[in-house]
């Protein structure tokens, strides 16, 4: 069956969060809405559409009488949504470990971590970025708290933002996807306190990483 075409408004929001990752529409920026909506060849209400929910993301911030402004993120900013990730989403690799999943259950989550491996093998770091998104993305599913799944989705786009500024600077990511094994391993086997601690330590990691990279290479808004 084929996929259901994007509403105008899903394309907008598409279309406007990656021309702000990929700097287009840069940190810091202003602009009016219809000016996004020539630059879309929208019409302005689904670009509207799209700015709210950007704006509830923390990508923008749509200001009375002053237009649209993409609003910068500063390494403090990046610190400060690592340690809710790391809290929200060690949560839920610790409630998926007491879940007791099957192997069918957990196939999305193998798959993710066999991508990144792939990836990693052939130096592909989009590619990998790609299969680590889903590897979070799947976790916190697991996890089955529908308001966490909220909450990091909206923080998930701030990581994606500052990881696309720095995924070249960085080692490949080997230690990263022995991390989500570890987590994955301990999900399948039942230990949440494992599952919980392995992950915690990954996402310290990630932090640490990101911003020392924000702040050496002195990416101090992105």
């Given at each position: 069956?084929?996929?259901?075409?994007?509403?105008?408004?899903?394309?907008?929001?598409?279309?406007?969060?990656?021309?702000?990752?990929?700097?287009?529409?840069?940190?810091?920026?202003?602009?009016?809405?219809?000016?996004?909506?020539?630059?879309?060849?929208?019409?302005?209400?689904?670009?509207?559409?799209a700015v709210l929910t950007l704006e509830s993301q923390g990508l923008l911030e749509l200001r009375p009488r002053k237009g649209v402004r993409i609003l910068p993120l500063s390494p403090?900013?990046?610190?400060?949504?690592?340690?809710?990730?790391?809290?929200?989403?060690?949560?839920?690799?610790?409630?998926?470990?007491?879940?007791?999943?099957?192997?069918?259950?957990?196939?999305?989550?193998?798959?993710?971590?066999?991508?990144?491996?792939?990836?990693?093998?052939?130096?592909?770091?989009?590619?990998?970025?790609?299969?680590?998104?889903?590897?979070?993305?799947?976790?916190?599913?697991?996890?089955?708290?529908?308001?966490?799944?909220?909450?990091?989705?909206?923080?998930?786009?701030?990581?994606?933002?500052?990881?696309?500024?720095?995924?070249?600077?960085?080692?490949?990511?080997?230690?990263?996807?022995?991390?989500?094994?570890?987590?994955f391993h301990a999900i399948r086997s039942g230990d949440a306190d494992t599952a919980r601690d392995s992950h915690e330590k990954h996402r310290q990691h990630a932090k640490a990483i990101?911003?020392?990279?924000?702040?050496?290479?002195?990416?101090?808004?992105?």
């Open positions: 069956m084929p996929d259901k075409p994007l509403s105008s408004s899903q394309r907008a929001i598409h279309e406007l969060r990656n021309k702000v990752f990929s700097g287009e529409l840069a940190a810091g920026s202003d602009h009016l809405e219809s000016e996004l909506a020539d630059l879309l060849d929208m019409s302005r209400t689904p670009v509207r559409e403090d900013d990046m610190a400060e949504i690592y340690d809710v990730l790391t809290e929200l989403e060690s949560h839920a690799a610790e409630r998926a470990a007491e879940a007791g999943y099957d192997e069918t259950d957990l196939k999305a989550l193998a798959t993710a971590i066999d991508d990144m491996d792939a990836a990693i093998a052939a130096s592909d770091l989009d590619a990998w970025a790609e299969a680590d998104d889903r590897f979070h993305s799947e976790l916190v599913r697991l996890g089955g708290n529908r308001r966490i799944q909220s909450i990091v989705g909206m923080m998930s786009d701030q990581v994606r933002r500052a990881r696309t500024m720095t995924l070249f600077m960085r080692p490949l990511p080997t230690k990263s996807n022995e991390d989500h094994r570890a987590v990101i911003v020392e990279l924000l702040n050496k290479h002195r990416l101090r808004f992105l």
